[in-house]
């Protein structure tokens, strides 16, 4: 090849152009033309799953008691243990790379009695059944944080740092509200987390930095510092809505449109509502407005719906383009249903219906919990 066509074709690598090259024999010019490309086709990097909110109520907090005392052997002693309430669903957990939960309760200091409504302190052993079912760090910022004060809190953190449990929401320290930056398969990914209020409970001026109340700007201010950190997907876990509601309310959407549109922040996680709420892709990004309850024994009488059983996990998968841009897959919904009647075992719904061994009954209720959770995800349930 000439010297002429050699730097024709190394400018065609660099502009994705058609390079055209030419070699003579003794009789014959033979011309080929070879396309050339330097697009680099995105590939999937980290697949996540996501649920709402954890909510330990006293009915649960029983059961697991009698289940830590019905299981206790010389090597396993939990005082309670919560871990079976989590096994139909530890498949579709423990099989992502990133599983995040909302544990929306705060664990009670060591040496208080446990409580639950209005107040929460639950056993620390919640914490034991969400590393057991594969998660790999929770959301903490809800309208319970401040349940139990500042101990609440640091027992809280302790707890999850015991069994191994990344946490945002809440915070020992000033410094650990800030963004933080953590690695998975190379992808420098960021998870931030707030909640709406405290219930009307009041932090001291000197102590607000212990979790991180809804504020678009806040929010802003700290997406950006995460991508000074060198976030490349930035993830917002949102304690917000309106309870019992199954449509997402003005102030979701509007902060959705304003978190969205300013291209720091690609996904959003909400919950609070205790009923399963839309996804959508605003402004390029999924929203997804609340995932239900995934665990809780909220009476389904006059006082709450019967869809506050009903949840989903949320899958989705992380893609990096050629560019660096984060883009989330459309994702998909798993329905679950508490099943209140069977030791409030989360029934991962799709495939109860599909066993063979699943009682009618329970069928039923199943097939139920479906339909309602199609009404509100239909486009998003996995077939």
């Not at 052993?125 to 910022?141: K, M, P, Q, V, Y």
């Not at 009307?200 to 201010?221: C, K």
């Not at 950006?224 to 019992?244: C, D, F, P, Y």
Request: aromatic share 6%; glycine share 6%.
């Amino acid at each position: 090849m000439k010297r002429g066509q050699l730097t024709f074709v190394l400018a065609c690598i660099a502009t994705g152009c058609t390079a055209t090259t030419s070699s003579t024999t003794s009789s014959t010019t033979v011309v080929s033309t070879v396309p050339i490309t330097t697009s680099v086709v995105p590939t999937t990097a980290i697949t996540f799953a996501f649920t709402g909110d954890i909510l330990p109520h006293t009915p649960l907090i029983d059961q697991a008691k009698r289940t830590a005392i019905a299981n206790s052997t010389a090597e396993t002693q939990l005082d309670y243990d919560f871990r079976p309430m989590f096994l139909d669903i530890k498949p579709l957990i423990s099989d992502v790379d990133v599983a995040v939960c909302h544990l929306e309760t705060p664990i009670a200091p060591e040496g208080q009695k446990l409580s639950t409504f209005p107040f929460f302190g639950v056993p620390k052993e919640i914490t034991t059944a969400i590393a057991d079912s594969g998660f790999d760090r929770c959301s903490t910022a809800s309208n319970h944080t401040y349940d139990r004060g500042n101990d609440g809190i640091d027992a809280t953190i302790n707890a999850l740092e015991d069994a191994e449990i990344d946490q945002s929401g809440m915070a020992r320290t000033p410094e650990e509200i800030e963004p933080h930056i953590f690695t998975v398969k190379g992808i420098k990914l960021c998870h931030l987390s707030y909640t709406f209020s405290y219930n009307g409970l009041i932090m001291p001026d000197e102590t607000q930095w212990r979790s991180a109340i809804i504020n678009t700007q806040r929010i802003l201010r700290d997406a950006q510092r995460a991508r000074e950190l060198g976030s490349q997907a930035t993830i917002v876990s949102m304690h917000w809505g309106t309870e019992k509601d199954s449509n997402a309310n003005s102030m979701q959407t509007s902060i959705a449109d304003e978190l969205t549109a300013s291209g720091l922040v690609d996904l959003i996680v909400g919950h609070h509502a205790h009923v399963v709420q839309p996804t959508n892709q605003v402004n390029g990004v999924w929203v997804m407005y609340g995932l239900g309850n995934v665990l809780s024994n909220l009476p389904t009488d006059e006082r709450w719906p019967i869809n506050s059983q009903d949840a989903v996990i949320a899958t989705t998968a992380l893609t990096i383009s050629s560019s660096g841009k984060a883009v989330f897959g459309k994702p998909v919904m798993h329905p679950t249903w508490v099943d209140k009647n069977n030791g409030w075992v989360i029934r991962d719904v799709q495939k109860s219906l599909q066993s063979t061994t699943t009682a009618q009954g329970l069928a039923r209720e199943l097939e139920l919990s479906l339909g309602r959770t199609t009404q509100v995800l239909g486009d998003y349930i996995t077939k």
